[in-house]
């Protein structure tokens, strides 16, 4: 017992000296210190190099993961701000269009403006009626005339108690006796199957010695017997069609998209 | 038997306001284009169930339309009814169980529904160009679009009676002979 004591501190006594050797001949930095830092090199540096390698994936790990969670957090930021950026311009615009059924409104001071909303639309696709939830009840019926910011939507062609239905400019049974705002000649727009589905409506009995040009508005005409009173907008001209033998004709788009209206105004006559 | 024909009302009259808000989201094309699925369940439910029946049916899908959005009172309605009679009576003609006289019935009488329906609404300007745009664009869509759903319609209503061993139309007989799934 006490010879293997012996022998295991010979044995410690012997490591701890050749360690201290070989420390001392790095320190020294000599031929030999450097061979021996090989040395030691080629012992430790797959074991360092394994273990800086996980310490390196850990962190890398670590890092990746922070920065794809920062990655989502700026993509959902970039997704609310996109929402907040569609909503303050709907509001906007929708602003705009109520800035211009006020100005219709004073310009047209003996009628009251009824907030209406769009219900339901037409079931079939040859149509373009849509119902409003206001009724009888609310004062209003058959040929009261709806409007939009500055321009015309169609009239009330049939009301119940509390719901109507609004045939639109663009529904090929409409027709609005209608006036080029430019030179005041008359004409008459109507609703036509070829251009419903664009929102737009067709500018009828143009004589061919009247100046009809790109871009100009037709407003209502307000003849007598007409329901819709004078001057509302109906649209601005955007295709003309040369007749030969026939009169000119011509498309007009509406101020607004027809198909994607939520809510309208109804006109109501003032009671002196 | 009574509640039944309450069950099929009421559906009517939920399919009517579906077609009237929600079906314009199901609108296609530069002239866009809807479903009608009110007609498809007046031409499917006339095929299966005959022409007094289907009759019954259009009438009902029909009038509701009217009420709900139609300019002249009646057109949908005389339609309805017309297109009932028509389809209930090629369930005589045809044999039933064959999935491609039904879709191809839902095809041919939108069709004429719509043809007769585009000539009525567009009478004040009906000119050749008017019509040909309109088989064109309206009509022929329009009825490739309710046949596609109604191939869909027919598959979930075969899948379902398969897994209720049940009926689904009036027709006792029919029962007897669509037990077993033959598919498209």
């Known amino acids: 017992m006490a010879k293997f004591e012996k022998l295991l501190k010979s044995k410690i006594f012997i490591t701890a000296v050749i360690i201290v050797f070989l420390f001392t001949l790095v320190s020294m930095g000599n031929k030999a210190g450097l061979y021996s830092f090989d040395l030691t090199g080629i012992i430790f540096k797959p074991i360092q190099s394994t273990f800086s390698s996980i310490a390196n994936s850990f962190n890398k790990n670590s890092d990746s993961q922070s920065l794809r969670m920062e990655n989502e957090q700026l993509k959902e930021e970039i997704v609310n701000l996109n929402k907040k950026i569609s909503a303050a311009s709907a509001f906007e615009s929708m602003q705009n269009q109520l800035e211009e059924t006020l100005q219709l409104k004073d310009r047209l001071s003996n009628f009251d403006f009824l907030p209406a909303d769009i219900i339901s639309k037409d079931a079939g696709n040859w149509s373009e009626v849509f119902v409003i939830n206001k009724g009888s009840a609310d004062g209003i019926g058959k040929g009261n005339v709806v409007v939009f910011g500055m321009g015309l939507v169609g009239k009330i062609i049939s009301s119940s108690v509390n719901t109507s239905k609004v045939q639109t400019i663009i529904d090929p049974e409409s027709a609005v006796g209608a006036r080029i705002t430019s030179n005041r000649s008359l004409v008459e727009v109507v609703g036509d199957i070829r251009y419903k589905g664009s929102g737009q409506c067709l500018v009828k009995y143009i004589d061919n010695d009247v100046n009809i040009m790109l871009d100009e508005y037709i407003e209502t005409s307000g003849l007598e017997g007409s329901i819709f009173p004078k001057g509302i907008i109906i649209g601005k001209v955007v295709k003309i069609d040369e007749g030969i033998v026939e009169r000119k004709s011509a498309v007009i788009q509406p101020l607004f998209d027809i198909n994607s209206l939520e809510t309208v105004f109804v006109l109501k006559e003032k009671i002196q | ?184």
């Open chain 2, 1 to 184: 038997m009574k509640a039944r024909y309450l069950v099929g009302f009421l559906a009517l009259i939920l399919l009517a306001v579906f077609q009237c808000t929600v079906a314009e989201n199901f609108s296609f094309g530069s002239v866009p284009i809807k479903p009608n699925f009110l007609l498809i369940a007046i031409i499917m439910y006339s095929f299966y169930n005959g022409y007094i029946k289907g009759a019954v049916c259009g009438l009902t899908a029909g009038i509701m339309q009217d009420l709900l959005t139609g300019m002249n009172f009646g057109l949908y309605t005389i339609l309805g009814v017309l297109i009932g009679i028509g389809v209930g009576y090629l369930n005589k003609r045809f044999y039933r169980d064959n999935p491609i006289f039904i879709i191809l019935s839902v095809f041919a009488g939108t069709f004429v529904y719509e043809l007769i329906t585009g000539i009525i609404l567009n009478i004040k300007m009906l000119d050749f160009q008017t019509i040909l745009f309109g088989v064109r664009f309206v009509i022929l869509p329009e009825a490739l679009y309710n046949l596609l759903i109604a191939i869909v319609i027919y598959g979930v209503l075969r899948l379902l009676r398969i897994i209720s061993k049940g009926r689904f139309f009036a027709d006792g007989r029919h029962r007897e002979r669509t037990i077993e799934w033959r598919g498209f």
